[in-house]
């Protein structure tokens, strides 16, 4: 799909037109190879982004860091690629959608949110910028997002997000059960106060332990991933998703964002009983594609998992 195409299937030509919420076609998501059919085996594949700041178009070819690379369209079309691998699969993102190009000027972060639908995202979590139009920005454009934002640390009480905003989700993906927390950093000297209204920060570490242990036992998931927009890790001590990782347990990946942290493959680290979890992001503005394969046993066990980071560009992409 050419990136004109999909920018006009998506709405950008006429943002007052209507989208269907999954305009790409599923191909073959819910089957898998016979091969693995045959040994009872399921592959998920985990695909990921985070900080797009409203990165809808590529980079121009002259810009001397990002020359031509990136943009919507290619990545939809990489998306939809891999998911006629046939494969079950998974889109994610770690937040900051918003801020960055005049399209979230102009139209406030709609284009972004309907182009995301468009590539059938399945969860999102919530960056800081994307209150820099206010609580009630966000608010306004849940609408045009066919996927949900979720946030397990932010209290939302006496907010416009009270209720529109879940701590968790758990999505099924043949055989399994995947639960998928969201945590956000603090805002604290990030976003002005007047843009958040009553909305509240809590630290993330024992509020993931908890979620993690009740998405295993409750609710007998296979899989528990972090969406994160804490930042990869610091030099002082913030909480970062090195930190989550080391001081929880129950947690097989931490997806995150926020510090634009380009990593060509996942960094393995040992929780508190000793287990790895794996800490990825993707870099920024829609630059790249992570991409996780873990395969698991007909009970549920995981059994090996691959990783890489695509490059979104004309080279890559073929467009």
Same mark, same amino acid.
């Given at each position: #799909?050419?990136?004109?195409?999909?920018?006009?299937?998506?709405?950008?030509?006429?943002?007052?037109?209507?989208?269907?919420?999954?305009?790409?076609?599923?191909?073959?998501?819910?089957?898998?190879?016979?091969?693995?059919?045959?040994?009872?085996?399921?592959?998920?594949? &985990?695909?990921?982004?985070?900080? #797009?700041?409203?990165?809808?178009?590529? /980079?121009?070819?002259?810009?001397?860091?990002?020359?031509?690379?990136?943009?919507?369209?290619?990545?939809?079309?990489?998306?939809?690629?891999?998911?006629?691998?046939?494969?079950?699969?998974?889109?994610?993102?770690?937040? %900051?959608?918003?801020?960055?190009?005049?399209?979230?000027?102009?139209?406030?972060?709609?284009?972004? /949110?309907?182009?995301?639908?468009?590539?059938?995202?399945?969860? $999102?979590?919530?960056?800081?910028?994307?209150?820099?139009?206010? &609580? %009630?920005?966000?608010?306004?454009?849940?609408?045009?997002?066919?996927?949900?934002?979720?946030?397990?640390?932010?209290?939302? %009480?006496?907010?416009?997000?009270?209720?529109?905003?879940?701590?968790?989700?758990?999505?099924?993906? $043949?055989?399994?059960?995947?639960?998928?927390?969201?945590?956000?950093?603090?805002?604290?000297?990030?976003?002005?106060?007047?843009?958040?209204?009553?909305?509240?920060?809590?630290?993330?570490?024992?509020?993931?332990?908890?979620?993690?242990?009740?998405?295993?036992?409750?609710?007998?998931?296979?899989?528990?991933?972090?969406?994160?927009?804490?930042?990869?890790?610091?030099?002082?001590?913030?909480?970062?998703?090195?930190?989550?990782?080391?001081?929880?347990?129950?947690? %097989?990946?931490?997806?995150?964002?926020?510090?634009?942290?380009?990593?060509?493959?996942?960094?393995?680290?040992?929780?508190?009983?000793?287990?790895?979890?794996?800490?990825?992001?993707?870099?920024?503005?829609?630059?790249?594609?992570?991409?996780?394969?873990?395969?698991?046993?007909?009970?549920?066990?995981?059994?090996? /998992?691959?990783?890489? #980071?695509?490059?979104?560009?004309?080279?890559?992409?073929?467009?």
């Amino acid at each position: #799909m050419n990136r004109r195409r999909f920018l006009r299937t998506a709405g950008i030509a006429s943002l007052g037109m209507g989208l269907s919420g999954r305009a790409l076609a599923y191909g073959k998501e819910f089957e898998e190879s016979e091969w693995m059919k045959m040994n009872g085996l399921t592959r998920l594949v &985990i695909l990921h982004t985070n900080d #797009m700041h409203s990165h809808l178009e590529p /980079f121009s070819e002259q810009d001397p860091k990002y020359p031509g690379q990136g943009g919507m369209a290619r990545r939809a079309a990489l998306i939809q690629k891999i998911r006629d691998e046939g494969h079950a699969t998974l889109v994610l993102d770690a937040g %900051d959608v918003f801020q960055g190009t005049p399209y979230f000027n102009l139209f406030k972060g709609e284009p972004e /949110f309907r182009l995301m639908s468009a590539m059938g995202y399945d969860v $999102g979590t919530i960056g800081n910028h994307d209150f820099d139009n206010g &609580i %009630d920005g966000l608010a306004n454009m849940l609408p045009h997002a066919n996927f949900p934002l979720i946030n397990a640390n932010y209290r939302f %009480d006496d907010t416009i997000l009270d209720g529109l905003i879940q701590p968790y989700r758990i999505v099924r993906r $043949g055989k399994l059960n995947i639960g998928i927390i969201g945590v956000g950093v603090d805002l604290q000297g990030l976003v002005s106060p007047a843009l958040t209204g009553k909305l509240s920060y809590q630290n993330p570490i024992p509020i993931v332990q908890d979620l993690a242990h009740r998405l295993r036992s409750d609710y007998s998931c296979q899989c528990v991933i972090v969406l994160s927009h804490l930042g990869y890790s610091y030099k002082s001590d913030q909480i970062s998703d090195l930190i989550v990782a080391e001081q929880t347990d129950g947690i %097989d990946v931490i997806i995150g964002g926020h510090t634009h942290t380009f990593l060509d493959r996942p960094t393995p680290v040992k929780n508190k009983s000793g287990q790895m979890v794996l800490v990825s992001q993707a870099g920024w503005a829609g630059l790249r594609l992570g991409r996780l394969d873990f395969t698991f046993s007909p009970k549920g066990q995981l059994q090996n /998992f691959d990783s890489s #980071m695509n490059e979104i560009s004309k080279k890559t992409i073929g467009f």
